[in-house]
């Protein structure tokens, strides 16, 4: 039997930095991702993204999302 994997995914529609920090565009998810798998790439205020292969399922990144664009994903 294999384990379950759960990892953290971004729902698009509702995820804004210019909302959520709208003087520097810096989402606070990425800002508090401690294994670093969640990045702005393209820049500050623009939509982060998550390396799920790497996502350690701490949920600091669902803890600290203000607008509550992350959520866990389980697959099995």
Do not use: R
């Given at each position: 039997?294999?384990?379950?994997?759960?990892?953290?995914?971004?729902?698009?529609?509702?995820?804004?930095?210019?909302?959520?920090?709208?003087?520097?565009?810096?989402?606070?998810?990425?800002?508090?991702?401690?294994?670093?798998?969640?990045?702005?790439?393209?820049?500050v205020f623009e939509a982060p993204m998550i390396f799920q292969d790497m996502c350690m399922g701490c949920w600091d990144c669902i803890e600290a999302c203000p607008l509550d664009a992350i959520q866990r994903m389980h697959i099995i």
């Open positions: 039997m294999q384990s379950k994997k759960s990892f953290a995914v971004i729902n698009y529609e509702i995820c804004n930095p210019k909302k959520c920090n709208p003087d520097e565009g810096i989402c606070a998810s990425a800002k508090a991702c401690s294994h670093k798998v969640l990045k702005q790439i393209d820049g």
